[in-house]
């Protein structure tokens, strides 16, 4: 067996219609198409499924998902513009070589912690 690439990364939610707003409307991402208790959308290739807990044991705090920008500052200006919960401002964690890494931490509307993502050569 090998592992080819990830196809699909879940994230629990509490509240489908409020998540569907803030990863399409907030995060723009496209929508694929949803259920009642599932709403798809594609991350330039990978889906990322949001889904209401099948059992109580589902019910954790989801992996963070880091989301690549180009322009980190400006990423983080838009989407504090629409409202979206930082936890920090962007920073660098660490610079190898010419590149400096940074990211930037938020909340999304179902209390889950994600980031933004930059690699900038200096």
Known sequence: MVLDKIGQIGVP??????????YRDLLSLPLLFNTESMAFFDCDGIRLMLSLPEKAEFEQVSSVIYF??????????DLTEKGIPFIDEPHM?????NTENWMVFFKDS??????LMS????
Do not use: P, S, W
């Open 13 to 22: 939610i509490r509240d489908l219609n409020r998540a569907i707003h803030f």
């Open 110 to 115: 179902e209390d889950n912690t994600h980031a």
């Open 93 to 97: 964690v660490a610079k190898v070589g």
């Open 68 to 77: 690549q920008v180009n322009d980190i500052q400006d990423a983080y200006e």
């Open 119 to 122: 690699e900038a050569e200096v």
